[in-house]
């Protein structure tokens, strides 16, 4: 079972950049997969989910508007997509997983990211992005 979230690099502000999250020994049929970032110095922060049975998505006040969620079941993928980056984006950024239950999105959605107990992590991918 593995994680790997990958299509970091550098961008100027105002920039986009899409990331990608890719799992391997499993299927991401009935999971929540969730993005989080974690700035220098900073806690690790979550920023966005989907339900990978039905696509709901999940925002952090911080991205909202300006990243996107996305899923693709045939290549066992999940995308973040990025637009309108400032520098204040630039963090390492992890995806991670749990597998659905009964309660888990509403769980989310009520008392965040925090609410869910994350099984896999990937190594992360570094976004920076230059004033």
């Known amino acids: 079972v593995q994680l790997q979230a990958s299509g970091g690099g550098l961008v100027q502000s105002g920039g986009s950049l899409r990331l990608s999250c890719r799992a391997s020994?499993?299927?991401?049929?009935?999971?929540?997969v969730g993005w989080f970032r974690q700035a220098p110095g900073k806690e690790r922060e979550g920023i966005s989910a989907?339900?990978?049975?039905?696509?709901?998505?999940y925002y952090s006040e911080s991205v909202k508007g300006r990243f996107t969620v996305s899923k693709d079941n045939a290549k066992n993928m999940v995308y973040l997509q990025m637009n309108n980056l400032v520098p204040g984006d630039t963090a390492v950024y992890f995806c991670?997983?749990?597998?659905?239950?009964?309660?888990?999105?509403?769980?989310?959605?009520?008392?965040?990211?925090?609410?869910?107990?994350?099984?896999?992590w990937g190594h992360g991918t570094l976004v920076t992005v230059s004033s």
């Open positions: 991670s997983t749990d597998r659905l239950k009964s309660d888990t999105w509403d769980g989310l959605l009520t008392w965040g990211m925090d609410a869910v107990v994350w099984d896999y």
């Open positions: 020994g499993f299927t991401l049929d009935y999971y929540v």
């Open positions: 989907i339900n990978t049975a039905d696509g709901r998505q």
